[in-house]
């Protein structure tokens, strides 16, 4: 394992291995609190962010590392080739882990640095929120693969990365799509799933009453949720999606966990009362984010 790019590239075996880290670390922290001294973590940043950036550099700094944050557009990243200031950064950081708009730029990072470059989440693959999502759903399931996820919305670079871990780590998933973003359609990474045996795929949004964790994310993707130009089209989806958002009455009587990788937009895709509620593991999920994170960084620099 060098990059982590998306959950598709990433082998069954290292994803188990990163959640059962992740399981230890989570549990023991202490005895991890040396494991990456000296180590330093770049961060690179094109779009916002609250969890990745905060699960990061606390992750880092708890296994005894540093974390340099760089604004994409505030550094020379903007106006050079990528691959010479990749080869640069590469002489300082250990690792990098970038969160950069276009999946080819970040293609370009990891073929050119010389470190491991984590992907943050671009427009096709959100891979270290799908391992916090598989690290969450293990610990409600325990060992029981008789676990079926249903994922509701907009197929993006959340569902991209669920839909391979979900389907890698031997439980169902329920994929109810009636739309794409564009850049992240993967018909290798469907069909990989698909042969599996574990996918069903359906636009019927009462297909989430089989599931036992329901997930929902944005339907409008973070770099157009407030973009004026976008306005026409981000109005358009908040109609066609509005059956597909996930409330009571869609769950009808069935009680499932309900998971959301945040930042949520109550009364879109997710309705106010779930959020909150006794089944709702979104937290979680983004706690996890920091014990996944560390796991993952452990790997890849060969101190798990
Ligand atoms: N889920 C997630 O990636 O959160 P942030 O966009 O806040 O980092």
Not at 89 to 105: K, P, T, Y
Request: net charge negative.
């Amino acid at each position: 394992m060098k990059h982590v790019l998306s959950l598709h590239h990433m082998p069954a075996e290292d994803i188990a291995a990163v959640l059962e880290t992740a399981e230890k670390v989570k549990k023991n922290p202490e005895r991890y609190e040396d494991r990456l001294k000296g180590r330093t973590l770049l961060m690179l940043f094109q779009k916002t962010s609250t969890r990745t950036r905060l699960s990061f550099e606390l992750g880092i700094q708890q296994l005894g590392g540093r974390a340099v944050v760089m604004d994409w557009d505030k550094s020379n990243f903007a106006i050079s080739p990528i691959r010479y200031e990749a080869r640069y950064v590469s002489r300082h950081a250990d690792v990098i882990m970038a969160r950069l708009i276009r999946h080819s730029d970040l293609r370009q990072l990891a073929e050119s640095a010389d470190v491991p470059v984590i992907n943050g989440c671009d427009e096709r693959y959100h891979p270290t929120q799908a391992l916090a999502d598989l690290l969450t759903i293990r610990e409600r399931a325990g060992g029981s693969k008789d676990v079926t996820v249903a994922y509701i919305g907009m197929h993006n670079n959340v569902a991209n990365c669920l839909t391979a871990g979900v389907t890698k780590m031997g439980y169902n998933m329920i994929l109810i799509t009636p739309e794409a973003n564009e850049a992240a359609r993967d018909e290798e990474l469907l069909a990989a799933a698909k042969a599996t045996g574990r996918l069903e795929i359906t636009t019927d949004p009462r297909a989430v009453r089989q599931a036992d964790f329901v997930y929902t994310d944005t339907w409008v993707d973070m770099e157009n949720f407030n973009n004026p130009a976008y306005a026409e089209e981000k109005e358009r989806r908040l109609r066609v999606m509005m059956p597909y958002q996930v409330n009571a009455e869609l769950l009808g009587g069935s009680r499932p966990y309900i998971m959301h990788d945040m930042p949520v937009h109550p009364g879109l895709e997710i309705a106010e009362e779930l959020i909150e509620s006794e089944r709702s593991i979104i937290y979680d999920q983004a706690e996890n984010r920091l014990h996944a994170e560390k796991a993952l960084m452990l790997h890849l620099l060969g101190a798990a």
